[in-house]
Structure formats: structure tokens, C-alpha cells
């Protein structure tokens, strides 16, 4: 978080931009302060606010509470209560970290992709739910609004790159999937015939995911099967540390990044920061209106990167890393450069 804000603030003075940044806790700490993981006056923050940045919420230490109590429900009520419908992982891979994945060279060298990820409906969040001594249900359910306005989310996105969509799915043996199918496809005939839409089942999704992932450009799919794929595709990129995520709704936002919280690594300045620096530059792209900003981020994460920078988690054996402070700093250096350069081919021109 400290880096995320490190580089809020550096844009912030390149920009000329002011912000009012208020913190709360969420998760296990406000669980230890509080007996809750999220609280309402922390809700109600976050709705007086244009943008929500998140840490991790998790560790061992609460794994013994009630599952009801646990801390990532805080991350399913914010979810709910700001209704953040629409989960954008990005998932690419840096030419410069092609050997720090698991996947041969040749496999991913051209990976770009996105999943649209449907953050609301479906079985995390059907009713009823539970179990007792003998069983345990949940229910499966997804309403034609739910997907519909993430069917439209996905082909908004699919316009802006490359014009092709898969759907996932199991529409072969689930019937509310099968439901899904037909709504996106309805969508897909009536206002964006002319992106190149086709269907894929969850199985064969998350194989072709790790044997040909350069095939997809943006991936639609329901919200259990985008949280199984979205770390499916972070394993590609070569570390969790990497990814970033934006959680959209009609009227709210929240950023964090992909990576839980580490406590093995607390406090050692070792975490990679690239995952929260990216989903900081994903957050002046779409709740701030700022795409030069945003773009500026990202520019010099790819130059540190290509200058040899790595943490630990993204470096080889032998290597030299470096720490997250170090990361970090040289992030915001590069962000001056290249914004120095930028100044001078405008006044060039």
C-alpha cells in the first residue's frame, strides 16, 4: 500500500492534482480493533469516495474464526454494498519476464489478455445457502440483468482491443449457464455483431489458458469460474506479485491487487509493489479520467523492468533483486524521465 501511495502522490505533482486520501481498516486488522472484518462507517467511506484502494484482507492468523467472520468477507460485502458487478484482471506478460513464468517462451511471448469477471451474481452469492452435519448447499443463480450489463462490459472493453470475446462457460451441463449463453449471445446479435464472439467451457478454458493463451483477447465468464482462471492467468505472467484488478460498478470503484497478504513476508521489504502500482495506474484510467497518467505508470514499470529491476519472486536463480523500496523508487524516477521526454516532444511539435 505504502508504494501505491508513493505513487499517487508523485503523479499527483507531475499532474498537478490534488488529493483527499482517508484510510480504514478492513480485513483482519479491523477484526482485531473492531470484532468485524468491515464496518458500516467504513462502508459509508467508501461511497463518499471516487475511488477505493485495497490491500489484502486475509492471513493464518484469523483462519480459525467462524466462516461467517472471516476477513474476506469483508471483501464480499464491499463488493455487494458498493455493487461492484464487473472484476477486470489484465494479464500480460514482459518480454523481459518471459523466463520468470512457467510456460515456455514460445507459448507466452505474446500474451495480452483480459478477464471480465462477473463480481456479484452467481454462487458466492445465491441464496439459500449453508450446511450442517449431514450437507452443505449453495445456490447457482444468475438474473438477465446481471448479465447483461456484464455482457456489455465485456464487448465495451473487446472495442477497445483487438474485437474478440470468449464466453465462458458450462453451458453443457448447467442450466444456468446455459441461460448465460443465450443472454450474451442475444446481446452479442443485437449491439456488437461486429466483435468476433466465441463460447468455451470452463475445463477447456482454464487448459487452453495454460497451452495456448495468446488466442484470447477478452475473456467473459461468471464469477467462480474468474476467480479459478484469473490465477490460472497470474501464474503465466510469472507472479501474483504482478497483477493488477479493478472491481467496477455504475456509481463506485475499488483497485487492489491480485496478491493476498504475505504475512511470511511482512515487514522485510522484499513483496513485489508492481501488482498495487499497476492497479493504481488501472485506477486513473477509469475512475479519474486521467489516461496519461494511467499510461505513464505503466510505460515505467515496463522501463524498470527492462532495466533488470526484479523482486524476489520475479527473479531467477543467482540473480541480483532488489527491494520493494528500491522498486518503488525507481518507478517514480522513471515516471520523471519519461514525463520529462513527453514535455519536450510536445514542445517539439
Not at 482517508?22 to 462502508?43: F, N, P, Q, W
Not at 469516495?49 to 476477513?71: F, R, Y
Not at 469460474?225 to 504482478?242: P, R
Request: charged share 25%; with cysteine; hydrophobic share 40%.
Amino acid at each position: 500500500m505504502d508504494s501505491g501511495l508513493k505513487i499517487t502522490h508523485e503523479i499527483g505533482r507531475l499532474f498537478g492534482l490534488t488529493f483527499n486520501l482517508e484510510t480504514r481498516l478492513v480485513g483482519g486488522c479491523s477484526y482485531d480493533k473492531h470484532g468485524m472484518a468491515i464496518t458500516s462507517k467504513t462502508i459509508e467511506a467508501c461511497k463518499k469516495s471516487d475511488a477505493v484502494l485495497l490491500g489484502a484482507v486475509g492471513g493464518p492468523k484469523w483462519d480459525s474464526l467462524p466462516h461467517n467472520e472471516k476477513p474476506e468477507t469483508a471483501l464480499l460485502r464491499l463488493r455487494e454494498d458498493l455493487a461492484l458487478f464487473s472484476n477486470l484482471r489484465p494479464a500480460t506478460v514482459f518480454p523481459n519476464l518471459l523466463k520468470e513464468s512457467p510456460l515456455k517462451d514460445d507459448i507466452i511471448k505474446e500474451v495480452d489478455l483480459i478477464i471480465v469477471r462477473e463480481l456479484t451474481g452467481g454462487i458466492y452469492f445465491g441464496i439459500p445457502k449453508g450446511y450442517n452435519e449431514e450437507k452443505g448447499w449453495n445456490t447457482l443463480i444468475y438474473k438477465r440483468e446481471e448479465i447483461e450489463r456484464i455482457a456489455h462490459t465485456a464487448f465495451q472493453l473487446a472495442e477497445k482491443r483487438q474485437g474478440v470475446l470468449t464466453s465462458v462457460h458450462k453451458a453443457n451441463v448447467l442450466d444456468s449457464s446455459h441461460f448465460w449463453k443465450l443472454i450474451v449471445h442475444e446481446i452479442h446479435s443485437s449491439s456488437y455483431s461486429h466483435i468476433k464472439l466465441s463460447d468455451m467451457y470452463i475445463d477447456n478454458a482454464a487448459m487452453q489458458l495454460v497451452s495456448n493463451p495468446s488466442q484470447f483477447d477478452v475473456i467473459l465468464t461468471q464469477n467462480m469460474f474468474g476467480d479459478i482462471l484469473s490465477d490460472i492467468a497470474a501464474t503465466i505472467s510469472g507472479s501474483l506479485g504482478m497483477l493488477p484488478s479493478a472491481s467496477l460498478g455504475k456509481e463506485y470503484a475499488l483497485y487492489e491487487p491480485v496478491h493476498g497478504s504475505a504475512p511470511d513476508i511482512a515487514g522485510k521489504d522484499i513483496a513485489n509493489p508492481i501488482g498495487m502500482i499497476a492497479s493504481i495506474a488501472m485506477m486513473f484510467n477509469y475512475s479519474f479520467n486521467q489516461p496519461k497518467a494511467g499510461a505513464l505508470i505503466q510505460r515505467s514499470i515496463e522501463d524498470v523492468l527492462s532495466r533488470g529491476y526484479r523482486t524476489i519472486d520475479i527473479s531467477r536463480q543467482n540473480e541480483n533483486t532488489s527491494t520493494t523500496t528500491k522498486i518503488t523508487n525507481e518507478i517514480i524516477e522513471s515516471m520523471n524521465q519519461l514525463y520529462e521526454i513527453d514535455n519536450k516532444k510536445m514542445e517539439l511539435n
